[in-house]
């Protein structure tokens, strides 16, 4: 099961994103972004990090890129992605996931272990999950606060396609604690934090159990795994 | 210009610093972009008005953002 990660000039995240992969059991495809080929992935990742400097908006440039080009029309075909942080923001400017990303509300850039609540299991990327799960994964962003207009925020809610939602804390002052979007058909998923650095004990958030112990991230990549091999 | 009913939180940073320093008359900041795309040739209306497109599509995100004017200059 081969799955692709793309790399954008200042993306961060690709190598965390394609060891999570690996960790998952399945195969890496690195995607460059100005290949338009997606060489015959059966999911893709599209990572964290700050493409093309953040310069315009977050995300902007990289939404024209040549390989988003092929991800759209693939994603639209039913292709999984999954949008990690600057990849949600790609989403987004893509008009794959609906509404805006800005600043964080209290101007900080904000890093910590941050809890969710899984909104939806009805997605490639969310099914290991359980509805309603809390999880625990980390979070760094300085522009992932969430925004849509009133109708948007209406179908999100009325339709089931928000992800996942912060628990006890917003950390950004998105609306409605929104920390991820799904798309109507299932396949492509957008958030702002990280699971992609939660997949190995001892490198992932503490748990209860031990410190660095948590790997609520790996599910993300198990289940787009699961999916691909059941499909 | 972000959005008028938006948070911005730049402009906000920069109205508390003007209010720190006594100019309290200043009751808000709100901070936009200006993008000038250079031509050989003054533009022709057509070009114009794909300047006003490019404006909408791709140097705005018209969920936070608002484009306030497309202008010719010399």
Same mark, same amino acid.
């Given at each position: ?27 890496? $495809?690195? +995607? ?8 015959? $992935? ?33 994603? /639209?075909?039913?292709?999984?992605? #999954? ?8 989403? $987004? ?22 809890? #969710? ?59 409605? /604690? ?20 939660? $997949? ?8 209860? +159990? ?22 | ?74």
């Amino acid at each position: 099961m081969k799955i692709g990660v793309v790399t954008f000039p200042g993306t961060l995240d690709d190598r965390d994103a394609a060891r999570a992969v690996r960790l998952a059991g399945g195969e890496v $495809v690195k +995607l460059w972004h100005a290949d338009a080929d997606l060489q015959k $992935v059966d999911a893709v990742v599209l990572p964290g990090g700050f493409s093309f400097g953040d310069y315009l908006r977050c995300g902007a440039i990289a939404a024209q890129a040549p390989v988003m080009e092929s991800i759209i029309d693939a994603a /639209n075909g039913g292709l999984p992605v #999954l949008g990690i942080c600057n990849g949600f923001q790609v989403l $987004v400017e893509s008009h794959l996931l609906p509404g805006g990303l800005i600043r964080n509300e209290n101007q900080h850039f904000i890093c910590r272990d941050q809890k #969710l609540i899984v909104e939806n299991v009805d997605t490639a990327w969310t099914h290991g999950f359980k509805l309603g799960q809390e999880i625990t994964i980390p979070l760094k962003n300085g522009e992932g606060g969430y925004i849509a207009d009133d109708e948007t925020l209406k179908r999100l809610e009325g339709d089931g396609l928000i992800a996942f939602r912060y628990s006890e804390v917003n950390p950004n002052g998105s609306v409605n /604690n929104i920390a991820g979007l799904r798309n109507e058909r299932g396949n492509v998923v957008g958030l702002m934090p990280h699971p992609e650095h939660a $997949v190995e004990p001892g490198f992932g958030p503490d748990t209860p +159990l031990a410190m660095r112990s948590g790997v609520d991230g790996l599910t993300f990549f198990t289940s787009v795994l699961n999916q691909v091999v059941n499909s | 210009m972000p959005k008028a009913d938006l948070l911005d939180p730049a402009g906000k940073a920069v109205a508390n610093a003007l209010q720190r320093k006594g100019n309290a008359e200043i009751t808000n900041v709100r901070i936009g972009k200006r993008i000038e795309l250079h031509y050989a040739k003054t533009p022709t209306e057509a070009e114009v008005e794909a300047a006003k497109q490019i404006a909408a599509d791709f140097l705005s995100n018209g969920v936070i953002e608002d484009v306030v004017a497309v202008t010719v200059e010399n």
